[in-house]
Each structure stands twice: as structure tokens, then as C-alpha cells.
């Protein structure tokens, strides 16, 4: 019975990913419309600055810039997505040993990037990082305990990304 269910569950786990690759392969020109529209009024409000400062201090810091983390699978994975701005700077944070996990600020608890065994882990790998190019990891969610708009840390290695809002 516990045979059963596990083959039905990683049967679904593999179909989902698959699914999200085949979705991902095409050029998604969709990305722009999910980032806020900058403000041409002089009262731009303090958040948007904090949020710009924070745009600028990632770019110069780790070289990337963050598209989404997004519920997917229903619910049961987090997909977080990444675009290099700056190869040179990026190369940690494509670290194929670098441990990876999401902090849901409300709980503490910490989602791993799962691996399981027939095929591996949840994240793009790439021996050198490609200016441009928009890269992804997938994290569990079990018990779809982050729910959209929940805010939530994305750790990469040493590198923190703090107050993300989870769509």
C-alpha cells in the first residue's frame, strides 16, 4: 500500500516537472508584465525606494536580479526564478554545491530544493552563468504550508534574499 502510494506520488512529482520544463523552454516574453511599472510621479513612496535599493544592492552584490517565486504544482512547490545580470558575479550562486533553501517568515521553517532519485535535483545547473538568461529553482512546500503573499527568504549559500512576496 505505502509502494502504491509512493509510485502514484513520484509519478505525479516527475509529470509536474516535466510539465514546468516544457512550459519553460519557450522565450518567455511574459516576464516584464509580472514587475511593477515604475512610478513617474515625484511622490514615490518609501517602499518603492527600499524595494529599488534592495534591486541594485542584489545586481551589485550577487549579480542577479529576481523575476518571481510563484506557488506551482499545486501549491506543493515554490518556483523561484532569476535572471543573471552580471556572469562574473554570478558564479556562487549557480555553485552546484551551494545549499539552497526558502525561510517562510511567519514559521521559521525552511524548504529544501528536493532531489529526488531518478531525476535529481530541482535546480537549473550550469557550469557558467549566462548573462540574461532567466534560471530557475524549485523548492518543497509540503502541507502547501507558504501560501501567496506570504512573504519569504530565499537563501542561496551565504547569500540572503529577504521579504519576497510569494505569488
Given at each position: ?39 513617474s510621479t515625484a511622490g514615490v513612496d ?33 518556483d523561484f526564478r532569476y535572471r543573471v ?76 534574499i529577504p521579504d519576497l512576496t510569494v505569488?
Amino acid at each position: 500500500m505505502i509502494s502504491l502510494r509512493w509510485n502514484i506520488l513520484s509519478s505525479a512529482l516527475i509529470a509536474s516537472i516535466m510539465l514546468m520544463v516544457v512550459g519553460c523552454a519557450g522565450n518567455r516574453k511574459d516576464t516584464a508584465m509580472a514587475q511593477p511599472a515604475a512610478s513617474s510621479t515625484a511622490g514615490v513612496d518609501a517602499n518603492e525606494n527600499e524595494k529599488d535599493l534592495a534591486v541594485r544592492q542584489l545586481r551589485g552584490k550577487a549579480g542577479i536580479e529576481v523575476e518571481s517565486i510563484r506557488l506551482s504544482s499545486a501549491g506543493y512547490m515554490l518556483d523561484f526564478r532569476y535572471r543573471v545580470v552580471n556572469a562574473s558575479l554570478a558564479v556562487p550562486v549557480m555553485d552546484r554545491t551551494a545549499v539552497c533553501y526558502v525561510i517562510d517568515q511567519k514559521s521559521g521553517a525552511k524548504m529544501i530544493v528536493p532531489a529526488p532519485p531518478k531525476v535529481g535535483s530541482l535546480r537549473q545547473k550550469s557550469t557558467a552563468p549566462v548573462e540574461g538568461k532567466i534560471y530557475y529553482m524549485m523548492f518543497a512546500n509540503p502541507g502547501r504550508r507558504i501560501q501567496a503573499g506570504d512573504k519569504v527568504t530565499v537563501v542561496i549559500d551565504t547569500l540572503e534574499i529577504p521579504d519576497l512576496t510569494v505569488q
